[in-house]
């Protein structure tokens, strides 16, 4: 029930965002999600890709700084509120999330929400408890 993320460590500056996914792009990896988070210096470029084993080897051979991460991917109603009440039961429980992103495959309907828990697999079985809907990586892997 775990995603695996690619963490891409990038230099600060104009152009290199634009390699990272030119560089993907031209091997045949397809991004299904991303987050940048950024410093004065340096930021740190999160995805889900279609094809990790390629994305992670490609990049590395291109000099990149790559690390693997595993998310946790979760179905949420989308409408006002429905993010919130996953982060309630969460909260309840004394889940951390340390980090997190989304996106909306049809609007109205669900957003898919992937999560970096401190304890993920106490949140699985927490959020599966509760009816909620965790994507298998090859599910996200294919959205």
Known sequence: MKVKQISVFLENKA???????????????NIRALSLA???DFGILRL?????????DTL????FTVGKTEVVAIEVPDRPG??????AVLAQ?????????????????????????????EAITLLQ????HIY????????
């Open 38 to 40: 950024d410093t004065t």
């Open 60 to 63: 590395k051979s291109k000099g």
């Open 15 to 29: 152009g290199r965002l634009a390699e990272v996914t030119r560089i993907l792009g031209e091997s045949g990896v």
């Open 48 to 56: 889900i890709v279609d094809k990790y084993d390629l994305a992670r």
């Open 93 to 121: 429980a004394g889940i951390n999330v340390e980090y997190m992103y989304a996106f909306v495959q049809h609007s109205g309907k669900n957003a898919v929400i992937i999560f970096r828990f401190d304890n993920p697999d």
């Open 129 to 132: 408890q509760e009816g909620l």
């Open 136 to 143: 298998k990586g090859e599910e996200v892997y294919r959205l």
């Open 82 to 87: 429905g993010l919130s009440s996953v982060l």
